[in-house]
């Protein structure tokens, strides 16, 4: 045990390096290695865990329950029109007390905050239980390689935790303001609808699919899908595409195809929705085609001890008492949900994946103070 604080319990200089890695998905660049050697300075086991040509890691320190585990993830969107920002975005640059850098705040700067909470929680002792990283490249691309296949790795290694935190950006405004307990799920349809092409002058010798899919998308429009539940809004139905790819005005076309998404509550599944959208187009069609991606079921955490205790031990650290939310789009949650409790906390999100995205260090050092709080509150 020391009293002096360990370097590594200032967020700073390790998003700072963290910055530099240049990581847009699938890249990795440096950024692994940057983080896995941090955590190895703290004593963890790391795992370099490659799947495909995504880097992973997982890390451990200990061996007992109770087993907190922070999840994120190192890869970043692409910088856009690099000539539109201020400071560089792989430069890691502060200026006048924010931080500027792609992934400043999702999320490669709550990933530092991880790593200086513990550093500061070691810095007592070692821990009375365990703290783990699951920290995955393919959050922004296909998550495919990422979390699912190293959550894979941990069940088959005796490796999940009691709980998981996902370091997302949760706050709209101010750090303290919301833990995500839930998310929506989300399912995305091509709808086809085939007809018998024709002159648009003698329409009794055609089939127009367009009319049939106009007749299917306002069914589908026509009234809530739901009326939303304790923890969720209703679910979302928006069209997104309408498209026939006919170039004259004198012929009926043959085939009329429409896209949606759904974001969608507890109260429906994937395979759900799906049986539900067939019948509703087989009202109206019979030569149809349906397909189907869902992204992510929709997930709750019940709301008890565990929740009380994470969300006493962010208001101890922020001054604030966070609401309990389940909005916004899909995160790698929705993945280790199906392995154990998890909930999402990180800064505030309103410049992720903009140009200049940033954090004020000053809100960055205070993140590492809350995932203090939070391994004291569950492992002291």
């Known amino acids: 045990m020391s009293n002096a604080p360990h370097p590594l319990a200032d967020p700073v200089p390790l998003a700072q390096a ?52 922070f999840a994120g993830h190192t890869d970043v969107v692409p910088e856009g029109a690099r000539a539109a920002w201020t400071a560089g975005p792989f430069d890691g640059e502060i200026r006048d007390g924010v931080l500027f850098g792609r992934g400043a705040c999702d ?18 002792g ?30 088959d290694n005796g490796q999940i935790p009691d709980l998981c935190l996902v370091g997302e950006p949760t706050n709209p405004a101010r750090l303290g303001e919301v833990i995500k307990i839930g ?19 003698y329409p009794q010798r055609a089939d127009n699919p367009c009319h049939r899919l106009v007749r299917v ?23 997104t595409s309408i498209d026939v790819g006919n170039p004259v005005t004198n012929v009926i076309p043959a085939v009329a195809v429409a896209k949606l998404n759904m974001r969608f509550n507890e109260r429906h599944s994937g395979a759900s929705l799906t049986a539900w959208l067939r019948a509703a187009i087989g009202q109206y069609t019979e030569r ?32 604030i008492d966070p609401q309990l939310d389940t909005g916004g789009g899909t995160s790698d949650a929705r993945f280790i949900a199906n392995y154990c409790p998890v909930a999402e ?7 992720m994946h903009q140009v200049d995205e940033r954090v004020p260090v000053a809100e960055l050092q205070g993140l590492a103070v809350a995932y203090r709080s939070v391994l004291d509150a569950f492992l002291s």
């Open 18 to 69: 963290l910055l530099r890695c240049a990581s847009v998905t699938p890249a990795d660049a440096g950024a692994q290695t940057v983080l896995g050697e941090a955590l190895e300075a703290l004593g963890f086991v790391v795992t370099r865990l490659r799947f495909g040509a995504i880097e992973n890691l997982y890390a451990r320190i200990g061996t007992e329950g109770p087993h907190i585990c």
């Open 183 to 201: 998310r929506r799920g989300s399912l995305n349809a091509t709808i086809t609808v085939y007809g018998t092409q024709g002159h648009a002058a």
């Open 217 to 239: 998308l306002a069914a589908l429009t026509a009234a809530p899908v739901d009326a939303g539940s304790t923890w969720f809004e209703p679910t979302s139905l928006q069209v």
């Open 288 to 319: 149809f085609e349906l397909d189907v991606s869902i992204s992510g079921e929709s997930f709750l955490t019940e709301p008890g001890p565990m929740v009380d205790t994470l969300r006493h031990a962010i208001a101890t650290a922020t001054g």
């Open 345 to 351: 906390f990180g800064l505030v999100g309103s410049t």
């Open 107 to 124: 999320m490669k700067g709550a990933i530092a905050a991880f790593v200086a909470a513990t550093a500061a929680h070691l810095n007592g």
């Open 126 to 155: 070692a821990p009375q239980g365990s703290i783990s990283f699951l920290i995955t490249g393919d959050e922004e691309g296909p998550a495919v390689d990422g979390t699912v296949k190293v959550l894979e790795w941990m069940k």
